[in-house]
């Protein structure tokens, strides 16, 4: 059967576009009973790679991440949900794939490439930063994971894992599983604009509507959203194409939202077509997107306050995780250092 690894990296509240582009999937993947196993990993130490000087952020923002987790459904009886900085083994994998993947290679890594320009690191760029695709490489092999839930920023970086892995695997033994990436089902869904029209939602940015946002402030944050900047009057024809609005309604919005917000509408295709020809200010819109996201992370919400109430069980949960994938991941481990004939205290032939 197969083996699922994903995670976020704890450097703030989880948001729409985490929920829409993964967790509601890992939701899925975890209750559909198909997968031998699934691995949550909370990357903090990928995390300080870039907040080494913050490490309060990263610190504070573990149990913060665990709760969305919890609350969106993904449940530790189903799922190893671990922290990575307390899985040793992980660093020590990344240090002998080091030795089989060049600066070159890392350099073309488009992601790499791109996060570098988003943080405005031009030449002062931390090593850990800069060598996170072979950590990423380590979080996935540790765990023999065959299946890996990414958007598709992120397929340079799974490309360069299978890489390491038949690297690996042709220099010393077969040991490794190359993963596969899995992209949302719905393209809508790998990535979500920011409220401002930005092409990302980014916890960096501000331009976010968080899962344990209150209503109000849901409620103002769909009330500043960017939408058609032509659209000036009711009366004029608006776009719906690079429309955050509308991309949202995409991704949230079923036939049954408008029985239940707007039933002057049958589906999203005729909300469109009026907006479209003109006659349908955003207010109206905007008003119905909030309806659907108010009925959508309510119960979230909800569930998330309980829990919070009692981190001591969040961290109980997170200790007894970690502890399970720490035994995967030194049989991992072992395997590795015996293909590579390191092992030396634990039974090979003693070196010549």
Do not use: W
Not at 66 to 89: H, M, N, R
Not at 101 to 128: A, D, H, M, Y
Not at 138 to 159: C, W
């Amino acid at each position: 059967m197969d083996i699922i690894l994903t995670g976020d990296r704890p450097t703030g509240r989880l948001h729409l576009g985490h929920y829409v582009g993964s967790l509601k999937r890992r939701v899925e993947m975890q209750n559909s009973g198909k997968y031998e196993q699934i691995y949550i990993m909370i990357a903090d130490a990928q995390a300080l790679t870039d907040n080494a000087d913050n490490i309060n952020k990263v610190r504070n923002n573990i149990s913060e991440v665990a709760l969305d987790y919890l609350a969106c459904g993904l449940d530790p009886k189903k799922s190893t949900i671990f922290i990575q900085s307390q899985v040793p083994e992980l660093c020590e994998l990344s240090f002998y794939y080091m030795n089989l993947v060049t600066v070159s290679r890392l350099q073309r890594n488009p992601t790499v490439k791109n996060e570098i320009q988003l943080r405005g690191f031009k030449q002062s760029i931390p090593v850990g930063f800069f060598t996170y695709p072979i950590s990423q490489a380590a979080d996935i092999t540790a765990f023999k994971a065959n299946i890996v839930p990414v958007g598709e920023d992120q397929l340079p970086m799974i490309e360069q894992t299978r890489e390491i892995v038949r690297s690996f695997n042709t220099t010393y033994r077969e040991v490794l599983v190359e993963p596969t990436a899995v992209l949302p089902e719905n393209s809508t869904c790998s990535r979500l604009p920011g409220l401002d029209g930005a092409a990302k939602m980014s916890k960096s940015l501000g331009n976010c509507i968080y899962l344990s946002d209150s209503s109000n402030d849901i409620k103002k944050k769909v009330q500043s959203m960017f939408t058609d900047p032509t659209h000036l009057r009711v009366e004029d024809p608006g776009h719906t194409e690079n429309n955050p609005v509308f991309i949202y309604l995409d991704a949230f919005c079923r036939d049954e939202h408008f029985g239940a917000f707007l039933p002057a509408y049958q589906n999203l295709d005729e909300l469109k077509a009026h907006y479209q020809r003109g006659g349908l200010g955003d207010g109206t819109v905007k008003k119905f997107l909030n309806e659907i996201l108010q009925n959508e992370l309510r119960p979230i919400r909800e569930k998330r306050e309980l829990l919070a109430q009692d981190l001591g069980e969040i961290f109980k949960m997170l200790e007894a995780g970690s502890h399970k994938a720490e035994a995967v991941a030194a049989q991992t481990l072992s395997e590795v250092k015996t293909a590579m004939g390191i092992n030396y205290f634990n039974g090979n032939e003693l070196p010549r």
